[in-house]
């Protein structure tokens, strides 16, 4: 199976991770398994796991990975369920945590699996099959308030509540059942002259995809449970391609370096909250212009960096 995806960011990541040769790893968004293979070369007798929902990733990263089956391990399930599933396998803390929380360029480009406006197909969009919610359930079942928030918020999309009403109207007459479907809906609710720059659909199914795979939730509730689980001196290094989930990221690790809510005017903390680590990037790390320019899908993306408070 061709199960295509440039890793982004690899040096960077794979540098920040500080990988150590008798370190356990966690790839909690395992994909096509690219950065998860420069991790397991550095292994000796350390190991990797990695986790992933989406089965046709599970398939590619396994081959990819064979050569390292003797210190690789590889799950299916959601990152927000990773160190539950690894404390069932006995591993009570890892030495570095990653995640690159992009849509991989096999989901984007396979129709049949609905994420993007480019090809037509079942607005879908789930990254694990087994899940029942789809993009079509979404689009022809929620009221259009709730829709149009979720555009707006998820999509940041200025025309939200004129294409939640136009989808409306059409699903009114039949169920909107392909991407094609709906990217002429949404391109009628767009005034001509704003459709220049871009794609007029990207927002909106960035934000279906979003609400589909409940994608900031799972971010928010993993985060603090994942530093928890670092050993001292462990590294969590997350990718993120829009500006919601990296505003989670970067307020998540701040909380997690100064947790004191004690007021400003004490003189000393009393609330006794401790800090767990320190933020290592305090402004994210970009793509170069080289990988940028190879990878135009990398543009978007950031990379900040957390280390587990050493003893």
Same mark, same amino acid.
């Given at each position: 199976?061709?199960?295509? %995806?440039?890793? +982004?960011?690899?040096?960077? *990541? ?14 909690? $968004? =395992?994909?096509?398994?690219? %950065? ?6 550095r292994?000796? *007798? ?25 210190? $690789? $391990?590889?799950? &299916? ?5 990773? +160190?539950?599933? =690894?404390?069932?396998?006995? +591993? ?24 993007? !406006? ?7 969009m &789930? ?6 919610? *789809? ?6 079942? !929620?009221?259009?308030? #709730? ?12 025309f ?13 007459? #039949? ?43 799972v ?14 001196g ?46 290592? $990037? ?16 990398s #543009? ?12």
């Open positions: 199976m061709d199960f295509s %995806h440039i890793s +982004v960011m690899l040096p960077e *990541t794979i540098e920040n991770l500080n990988i150590r040769p008798d370190g356990i790893y966690l790839d909690g $968004t =395992l994909g096509g398994g690219g %950065h998860s293979y420069e991790i397991c070369k292994l000796t *007798t350390g190991h990797h796991y990695g986790v992933d929902q989406d089965e046709e990733a599970i398939e590619a990263a396994t081959a990819r990975l064979s050569e390292f089956s003797g210190v $690789t $391990t590889i799950l &299916r399930g959601n990152y927000r369920n990773a +160190v539950e599933m =690894l404390k069932e396998k006995g +591993v009570t803390g890892v030495d570095g945590i990653l995640l690159d929380l992009g849509v991989s360029s096999h989901q984007f480009d396979t129709a049949e699996r609905g994420f993007s !406006y480019r090809f037509d197909g079942p607005l879908d &789930r990254m694990d099959t087994r899940q029942t919610l *789809t993009a079509g359930d979404i689009v022809n079942t !929620y009221p259009v308030q #709730k829709l149009a928030g979720i555009i707006r918020d998820y999509g940041e999309e200025r939200a509540q004129n294409i939640a009403k136009h989808i409306a109207v059409a699903r009114e007459r #039949k169920r909107i059942e392909t991407t094609f479907e709906l990217n002429e809906i949404i391109k009628a609710a767009i005034p001509a002259k704003m459709r220049q720059n871009g794609h007029p659909s990207k927002q909106t199914f960035q934000a279906l995809r979003i609400e589909c795979n409940h994608e900031l939730e971010l928010e509730q993993s985060l603090d449970e994942m530093i928890d689980f670092l050993n001292p462990g590294r969590f290094c997350i990718i993120t391609f829009h500006s919601l989930e990296d505003r989670i990221v970067k307020n998540a690790f701040r909380k997690n370096e100064n947790p004191c809510i004690c007021p400003p005017e004490f003189p000393v903390c009393t609330c006794g909250r401790v800090s767990k680590g320190r933020v290592i $990037t305090k402004k994210p790390i970009l793509p170069s212009q080289e990988e940028t320019e190879v990878n135009t899908r #543009k978007s993306a950031k990379l900040r960096v957390f280390e587990a408070i050493k003893q």
